[in-house]
T-cell receptor
Framework: GAVVSQHPSWVICKSGTSVKIECRSLDFQATTMFWYRQFPKQSLMLMATSNEGSKATYEQGVEKDKFLINHASLTLSTLTVTSAHPEDSSFYIC????????????FGPGTRLLVL | QKEVEQNSGPLSVPEGAIASLNCTYSDRGSQSFFWYRQYSGKSPELIMSIYSNGDKEDGRFTAQLNKASQYVSLLIRDSQPSDSATYLCAVNTEANFGNEKLTFGTGTRLTIIP
C-alpha cells in the first residue's frame, strides 16, 4: 500500500506563534497533495490542494495568508499555520494523490494542534 | 443540497452479522468512488475503491456501485468489534475533474456489538 507520513503527530503552542506541519509520501511521488482539517465529531474539511512547483489552491473561506502551503518536491508538502490562535486548534490531515491506473488519495496519520 | 449523503448513524450490528453502509451522490458524472474507515482520533484509511457498476469484493468487504441509481454501498461480512469505526464515502465528482478533489460524506458511525 501507499505510505504517507506527517510530522509532528501532535503539537502544543502558544497563541501567536507559527507551526509547520510536514507531509511526506514515502513510497510514491505525489504531484498533488491535499490538506484537510477536522474538528471533533465533524467530517473532513478540505482546506487546500497543494501542487508541486506551483501555488496551492485554497477552498473558499480558507485564508491563504494564514495557512501557508509549500509543495517543493514530489514527496513533501508543508502547511504552516501562522500566528496561531486557539480557534485554530484542530486535527490537520494531509493526503497524497497516487496516480497511475487509478487516482487514489492516501492519508497521513494526522497532526493534532493545540493552541493555548 | 449535499453532494454526497450518508446516514450518520449510529448503526449497530451484532458481531458476525453483515453490516450494510449506504451512500448516495448527486453528480451523475461521477466516476470514482471510495470507502474510507476512520477510527476515533485517527486519520482515514482506504478500504475500497470502485469505478464500474456492480460488485467488487476484497476479503470481508464488498463495494457495490449503481450509477443509474446514484448510490454506492459497502457490505462488511462477519462483522468484528474491530470494524467499529466511522465509514466515509468519498466521490470524485465531475465538478472536480481536473483537480482530483474528493467530496466526502459526513460518515456513518458503525458499532459492532459483541
Amino acid at each position: 500500500g501507499a505510505v504517507v507520513s506527517q510530522h509532528p503527530s501532535w503539537v502544543i503552542c502558544k497563541s501567536g506563534t507559527s507551526v509547520k506541519i510536514e507531509c511526506r509520501s514515502l513510497d510514491f511521488q505525489a504531484t498533488t497533495m491535499f490538506w484537510y482539517r477536522q474538528f471533533p465529531k465533524q467530517s473532513l474539511m478540505l482546506m487546500a490542494t497543494s501542487n508541486e512547483g506551483s501555488k496551492a489552491t485554497y477552498e473558499q473561506g480558507v485564508e491563504k495568508d494564514k495557512f501557508l502551503i509549500n509543495h517543493a518536491s514530489l514527496t513533501l508538502s508543508t502547511l504552516t499555520v501562522t500566528s496561531a490562535h486557539p480557534e485554530d486548534s484542530s486535527f490537520y490531515i494531509c493526503s497524497a494523490l497516487r496516480t497511475g491506473a487509478a487516482e487514489t488519495q492516501y492519508f497521513g496519520p494526522g497532526t493534532r494542534l493545540l493552541v493555548l | 443540497q449535499k453532494e454526497v449523503e450518508q446516514n450518520s448513524g449510529p448503526l449497530s450490528v451484532p458481531e458476525g452479522a453483515i453490516a450494510s453502509l449506504n451512500c448516495t451522490y448527486s453528480d451523475r458524472g461521477s466516476q470514482s468512488f471510495f470507502w474510507y474507515r476512520q477510527y476515533s482520533g485517527k486519520s482515514p484509511e482506504l478500504i475500497m475503491s470502485i469505478y464500474s457498476n456492480g460488485d467488487k469484493e476484497d476479503g470481508r468487504f464488498t463495494a457495490q456501485l449503481n450509477k443509474a441509481s446514484q448510490y454506492v454501498s459497502l457490505l462488511i461480512r462477519d462483522s468484528q468489534p474491530s470494524d467499529s469505526a466511522t465509514y466515509l464515502c468519498a466521490v470524485n465528482t465531475e465538478a472536480n475533474f481536473g483537480n482530483e478533489k474528493l467530496t466526502f460524506g459526513t460518515g456513518t458511525r458503525l458499532t459492532i456489538i459483541p
